[in-house]
């Protein structure tokens, strides 16, 4: 891999890193695919609970590399292709780091991600409908099932930009932080995600995705049919250290071993 993206280890988080900060972090070909590989490396590694997905100095992602678009180079859509990054919801839980823009593609893949934890200054939006380069990133189907269909489609007709405070309140952003912080504040965040027992909230999180292309009955058989690995492995430890004292006024501790198959 080349340097376009950059993957760094923190016990169970990993941060990946979009690293081409003179093109304010436009994927080029190459980089789409070395992002792609990146998070096929992340879900592979078991070490590995929580990523956070965030751009070099100051900037998220500004899309596809326009520069190289124009000289006739055929890029690999994004969510389109089943090479793409964001072809599929990832394995594991992914954070958005968003500071600068997340604009066209960007705001894709900040919408692939589970959650997205915005700087006050950073701007969401369709910039390249300015350039007549159509969405091939998920943008059009992940921001109204994120927004709802009528704040989605005034960000897609007009190209206006959302910025941190505004994104929260419609819920595209789930927590504005200050600028300069967006990534160590998502880290944090991974950390705390990270020590909660694995198989119940990866359960919870693969029931959340699947119900809503399910019927209201199917979505709660399959809630189940998810839940039971858990419900075997994790449920019980955990009761049991709840009935011994930990966790009581709401505060949170760090999560049990499972118990051995």
Not at 89 to 114: F, Q, R, S, Y
Request: hydrophobic share 45%.
């Amino acid at each position: 891999m080349s340097d376009k993206i950059l993957v760094e280890k923190n016990g169970p988080v990993t941060t990946i890193v979009i690293n081409r900060p003179h093109a304010r972090n436009a994927l080029d070909r190459e980089a789409s695919l070395e992002l792609a590989a990146a998070i096929r490396a992340f879900e592979a590694d078991p070490d590995a609970k929580v990523a956070v997905l965030t751009g070099a100095q100051g900037t998220f992602c500004a899309g596809a590399d326009l520069k190289e678009l124009a000289s006739g180079v055929d890029y690999v859509p994004w969510a389109g292709s089943p090479e793409g990054a964001l072809h599929r919801v990832p394995a594991k839980p992914v954070i958005a780091a968003v500071a600068g823009h997340a604009c066209a593609g960007g705001l894709g893949i900040a919408l692939w991600c589970d959650l997205r934890v915005a700087e006050r200054s950073a701007a969401f939006a369709v910039l390249s409908r300015r350039w007549g380069v159509p969405m091939s990133d998920g943008t059009t189907v992940r921001l109204p099932r994120l927004i709802g269909m009528s704040r989605a489609l005034d960000m897609l007709l007009t190209a206006r930009t959302v910025r941190g405070e505004e994104a929260e309140r419609i819920g595209l952003a789930n927590r504005v932080v200050e600028d300069g912080t967006s990534r160590a504040e998502a880290e944090a965040l991974a950390r705390q995600i990270a020590a909660f027992p694995e198989i119940a909230m990866r359960s919870d999180r693969a029931s959340t995705y699947a119900q809503a292309d399910l019927a209201m009955h199917d979505a709660i058989a399959r809630e189940l049919e998810l839940a039971t690995e858990a419900r075997r492995r994790e449920a019980q430890a955990g009761a049991a250290r709840f009935a011994a004292g930990a966790g009581r006024h709401g505060e949170v501790t760090p999560a049990g071993r499972a118990e051995p198959t």
